[in-house]
T-cell receptor, first 114, second 108 residues
Framework: EADIYQTPRYLVIGTGKKITLECSQTMGHDKMYWYQQDPGMELHLIHYSYGVNSTEKGDLSSESTVSRIRTEHFPLTLESARPSHTSQYLC?????????????FGPGTRLTVL | GQNIDQPTEMTATEGAIVQINCTYQTSGFNGLFWYQQHAGEAPTFLSYNVLDGLEEKGRFSSFLSRSKGYSYLLLKELQMKDSASYLCAVLNDYKLSFGAGTTVTVRA
């Protein structure tokens, strides 16, 4: 069973607030990812990291930022939340030496910005 | 760019077989994954293909043809709990590109 955690699971917040979505994994995976998924729609990669101090933007442009100071931790920050940021955010991790480089997903954070 | 196509919805009866097709055109290819996602939950891994041919795993099988840019997921002996969205995803340089998913509804 994958050990990847996201907090909070649900967040309702007002416009203009700064928020940080937490993601942690205890598997020692070097690669981590953030996806955005609207209901019934596909997952879009918004950020990824190949290791500590490595961060890259994904295929979908996002106003969020990420950091990777520790292997196990990959938080995502929105400096000023807007209603257009309302979505589900999924964190994942993988490791080249593990099972087809399969990505293991966290349970997700459902964000609603009023 | 990445282009991954799969049908939006499929319906089948309990005990039946359903085949979900996926076609892809991507800038690179390091394998193809199928994930299952129940509503409101995270995707979970079902299968992985990197070479042409069929991979069988219990009630689920997945097929790949790299020359045709084509894969399918076969679900046999359908159960009510198989009602979910099935995501086709292509791996390229450690990054996954996902299709929009196929919602499978299993009826009694």
């Amino acid at each position: 069973e994958a050990d990847i955690y996201q907090t909070p699971r649900y967040l309702v917040i007002g416009t203009g607030k700064k928020i940080t979505l937490e993601c942690s994994q205890t598997m020692g995976h070097d690669k981590m990812y953030w996806y955005q998924q609207d209901p019934g729609m596909e997952l879009h990669l918004i950020h990824y990291s190949y290791g500590v101090n490595s961060t890259e933007k994904g295929d979908l442009s996002s106003e969020s930022t990420v950091s990777r100071i520790r292997t196990e931790h990959f938080p995502l920050t929105l400096e000023s939340a807007r209603p257009s940021h309302t979505s589900q955010y999924l964190c994942a991790s993988s490791d080249a030496g593990v099972s087809y480089n399969e990505q293991f997903f966290g349970p997700g954070t459902r964000l609603t910005v009023l | 760019g990445q282009n991954i196509d799969q049908p939006t919805e499929m319906t089948a009866t309990e005990g039946a077989i359903v085949q979900i097709n996926c076609t892809y055109q991507t800038s690179g290819f390091n394998g193809l994954f199928w994930y299952q996602q129940h509503a409101g939950e995270a995707p979970t891994f079902l299968s992985y293909n990197v070479l042409d041919g069929l991979e069988e795993k219990g009630r689920f099988s997945s097929f790949l043809s790299r020359s045709k840019g084509y894969s399918y997921l076969l679900l046999k002996e359908l159960q009510m709990k198989d009602s979910a969205s099935y995501l086709c995803a292509v791996l390229n340089d450690y990054k996954l590109s996902f299709g929009a998913g196929t919602t499978v509804t299993v009826r009694a």
